[in-house]
């Protein structure tokens, strides 16, 4: 029940169709009695900063999560930004502190990535395939080498994106042995598709699934459906996969942590959780 009390948590992203955080984290807060609530509130890019200062004057939020495609706006409106959203170049967590300042975060490569050692996988030296250098797979990047992988192949559409995090990387991790311009998944350990395609019928497939060796990772960040037509062809290759959901209940503890509200286990999230595609 949202009542006039009702602490507000902005879900902020374009479009809210695919959105899935509504679904688990509010019956979470009913379960627990908590007084909140997860309000998705769709805004195009060219809205954004002005809406964004706008929701933050409001007297009851306490802060907000955000997606797809304001990840990396986010980090030019705060007052202050986490080491982790520092080097991943993007936002998707903010707090709006007693004394009214904003803290950005970053959570989505840390869930990912605990997410895949959860499922036994491990990091240490892999060599890993990130497709995708927007804000999820930036973050999803330097998690990846704060858990000690080998190398990392980094592509995008703009190669110049893919080139900055590859700069942002080598700042913080000179030994990380980095690679930019290509989408092969040939010789890679795990792989991982970061960017929107998936969300659309008919989309390409992010890279070559035939060029990924059987035994490979393959992960997933898009949650329009559980098993995106990718993780469907690497399943067929019989590749173990991670679905876009799964970074969504492994980081969302530490959502609830930060924005002051306790904290949970994936598991716990999933048993209460009422999500649908």
């Known amino acids: 029940m949202i009542r006039g009390t009702t602490t507000l948590i902005a879900h902020l992203g374009y479009p809210t169709e695919s959105f899935k955080a509504p679904m688990i984290y509010n019956p979470w807060f009913e379960k627990h009695g908590i ?5 998705p509130m769709g805004v195009k890019a060219e809205d954004y900063p002005e809406v964004f200062r706008s929701v933050f004057r409001l007297t009851n939020i306490r802060g907000a999560l955000v997606t797809m495609p304001h990840k990396i706006t986010t980090i030019a409106l705060l007052d202050e930004v986490s080491t982790t959203a520092r080097i991943a170049g993007s936002c998707n967590a903010v707090l709006r502190r007693p004394d009214g300042t904003l803290l950005g975060d970053m959570f989505d490569g840390a869930g990912f990535v605990r997410g895949i050692q959860r499922k036994g996988r491990d990091l240490a030296g892999a060599r890993v395939l990130v497709v995708g250098s ?26 110049a994106s893919a080139e900055a995090l590859a700069g942002r990387l080598r700042e913080h991790y000179p030994a990380l042995e ?25 989309d390409p497939l992010p890279m070559d699934v035939a060029r990924i060796a059987p035994g490979t990772f393959v992960g997933e960040v898009v949650m329009k ?51 649908s595609y």
């Open 35 to 39: 007084d909140a609530v997860v309000m």
């Open 134 to 159: 927007g804000g999820v797979g930036s973050a999803i990047a330097a998690s990846l080498a704060a858990a000690g992988v080998a190398a990392l192949g980094l592509h995008d559409f703009s190669p």
């Open 178 to 202: 980095i690679a930019t311009g290509s989408n092969d998944p040939a010789g890679y350990d795990v792989v991982v598709n970061a960017t929107p395609l998936g969300m659309k019928e008919g």
């Open 225 to 275: 459906q559980e098993h995106t037509p990718f993780l469907r062809a690497a399943q067929e290759k019989g590749c173990p996969v991670q679905v876009g959901t799964d970074m969504l209940f492994e980081q969302i503890p530490a959502y609830l942590e930060f924005f002051g509200f306790g904290t949970t286990t994936a598991e716990e999230l999933r048993a209460v959780a009422r999500v």
